[in-house]
């Protein structure tokens, strides 16, 4: 890196926590261990996320439940996870982990989100990630009904009683108006809106075998394919709100972290680009942010987020 | 690159043992000794195997009748289609044939292993299992040292009481290892003691096979894609490594 670059500061400060770039591993991607969290760490991720935890450990869908197509991943993984007290063993010590650490939480009603928070609220998690958007879990997210307006403030006002961790919620781009959402979640007392979360549910058949390849049938659509989405929805959210909003969706490259960023993110996630790019696509992820940014003329990242709004 | 499943026929089926059968098919494309594939059986599920024979363009997987899937596996005739993708993961570094090295395969670890003794000159290799009726691959290695548990075919013991002695007496300077886990921890401490340098297979509960689930984590290496094949340096910073392992659910469990 040349000198001008390392006067370039990617530093953000997410609900008052500091990360050193704006890039954080998305919810279900390598987080099911410590240490893969620090691994992601190591590899340049300002935040990392914890794959979600529900109260029972759940085994999850049958294989396949990831495969990938021309223009992005399909995934239906099923929400497999120890459990939340099995979770509290596996995830200690997180001030070595070298990066802030969010837990993702999910449950089937108000009071499994409610028990889960308060199950992991000793453990050093940064920040509380409540996904009410799943497309292919039953009993969750939008199979569940839990992705309405109504639920959402529901679900969300009952976990804010309950800890003073700072709460993102993570959306749905699958509805006709996703600020209704997200302002219900504001109301409800979160402290940012991550968004989103996979779209779909998808399906590819395999015409050989005339089955639907997935074990699930069905899986949430990431990667390139959600990335336009993404951006119109944290473009269309950073207007109708005033929390932050971390943008999710199809980035694995600096110039499409800078093209969320643009939109009004002041975080971005990266899930399928650890795929197209391996893991220290963080790493690759912030240099060529910083090289963007210096060509640019620009010095500190916060200067460009929402910048292309009129 | 699309990972997807693409339909294979079939082409042949043989009886290794009363509980394990060798599927073949067509295959094309690089692969090396200690890589998987993912097979998949549409409608039940997703398993990974070595590919257990090569020849030409037709390669064959050798599974033991374990669970349902491999029971429904087992159930297929000659003709019957099956999904495959990959290869994956980082199979076995070949030594050069001035290397004097030894492998050791452990009951159905044997499938990984027998194509590395295909490609790999100069090599003592090592068979244990339980029983004589379990051996693999006996006609095909006909140099192989075997070993049963209960003596009924072979030097009576594991494979690792076997190499301590081949140790003492040949120099190995390499030592490829499959099979249970416990059996590679002490394979890799024996190693370790005698400063021989070791490549094992680790096993995991594997979900997407190419490194981004994080399912198959073995202390922060992804088995899928970091591994299956580990040398003695990764081993020693795998503290799970013999110890633990983390199930389909992500639940942590003692090995």
Not at chain 1, 189 to 213: D, L, R, Y
Not at chain 1, 284 to 307: F, H, P, R, S, T
Not at chain 2, 32 to 61: H, R
Request: net charge neutral; glycine share 12%.
């Amino acid at each position: 890196m040349n000198g001008k670059m390392a006067g370039i500061s990617l530093s953000v400060n997410l609900c008052n926590i500091r990360l050193s770039n704006p890039t954080v591993l998305a919810s279900g991607i390598l987080g099911t261990t410590r240490a893969l969290l620090k691994r992601v760490a190591d590899n340049g991720a300002g935040a990392v996320t914890i794959k979600s935890v529900s109260k029972e450990q759940r085994e999850g869908h049958k294989n396949p439940t990831v495969i990938t197509y021309e223009a992005g991943m399909l995934n239906a993984v099923g929400y497999s996870n120890p459990g939340v007290d099995a979770a509290r063993s596996e995830f200690y010590n997180l001030e070595d982990i070298g990066a802030p650490v969010i837990a993702s939480i999910i449950g089937t009603c108000t009071d499994d989100f409610v028990e889960v928070a308060e199950g992991l609220s000793e453990s050093g998690f940064s920040a509380i990630e409540i996904p009410l958007s799943c497309p292919h879990t039953p009993g969750f997210g939008l199979l569940s009904g839990q992705g309405t307006p109504e639920a959402t403030y529901e679900i969300i006002s009952a976990v804010r009683r309950k800890t003073n961790l700072p709460i993102f919620v993570k959306i749905s781009p699958n509805v006709p108006e996703i600020t209704t959402i997200a302002k219900a979640a504001e109301d409800a007392g979160a402290s940012a809106i991550t968004a989103v979360n996979s779209m779909g549910p998808g399906m590819i058949i395999n015409i050989e075998s005339k089955k639907p390849v997935l074990g699930f049938k069905v899986g949430g659509v990431t990667g390139d394919a959600l990335r336009p989405i993404a951006v119109r929805c944290v473009y269309d959210i950073y207007k109708a709100i005033k929390i932050p909003v971390i943008g999710v969706g199809g980035i694995s490259t600096g110039r499409h972290a800078i093209e969320m960023i643009m939109a009004g993110a002041a975080a971005i996630g990266i899930g399928t680009g650890v795929y197209t790019r391996g893991i220290d696509v963080f790493s690759k992820v912030c240099a060529e942010m910083k090289q963007w940014l210096m060509e640019n003329g620009y010095n500190n990242i916060n200067d460009i987020v929402g910048i292309a709004h009129d | 690159m699309i990972e997807q499943p693409q339909m294979v026929k079939i082409c042949n089926i043989k009886d290794e043992t009363p509980n394990v059968k060798t599927f073949f098919f067509e295959f094309t494309g690089h692969y090396d000794p200690g890589q998987f594939i993912m097979v998949w059986i549409p409608l039940n599920d997703e398993k990974p195997f070595t590919l257990s024979y090569i020849n030409g363009n037709i390669a064959g997987i050798t599974v033991l009748r374990r669970g349902d899937f491999t029971k429904t596996l087992h159930a297929k005739k000659i003709g019957d289609q099956i999904g495959i993708r990959g290869p994956y993961g980082k199979g076995y570094g070949l030594s050069e044939k001035s290397v004097t090295t030894c492998i050791v395969g452990g009951g159905i670890g044997m499938a990984s292993i027998a194509c590395l003794a295909d490609r790999q000159e100069n090599a003592t290799f090592i068979q244990g299992a339980r029983t004589v009726t379990e051996l693999l691959f006996r006609h095909r290695f006909k140099e192989m040292k075997l070993c049963t548990d209960d003596g009924s075919l072979g030097y009576k013991g594991t494979t690792v009481d076997l190499l301590r002695e081949l140790i003492g007496k040949h120099n190995y300077q390499k030592i490829y290892a499959c099979g249970p886990e416990k059996m590679l921890h002490k394979i890799f401490e024996l190693c370790s003691e005698h400063h021989i340098d070791c490549e094992v297979s680790v096993e995991r509960y594997i979900k997407c096979g190419f490194g981004i689930c994080g399912q198959c984590d073995c202390s922060g290496q992804r088995i899928c894609i970091d591994g299956p094949v580990f040398n003695k340096e990764d081993l020693r910073n795998m503290p799970d490594f013999g110890k633990t392992a983390i199930t389909k659910s992500g639940s942590r469990v003692s090995l």
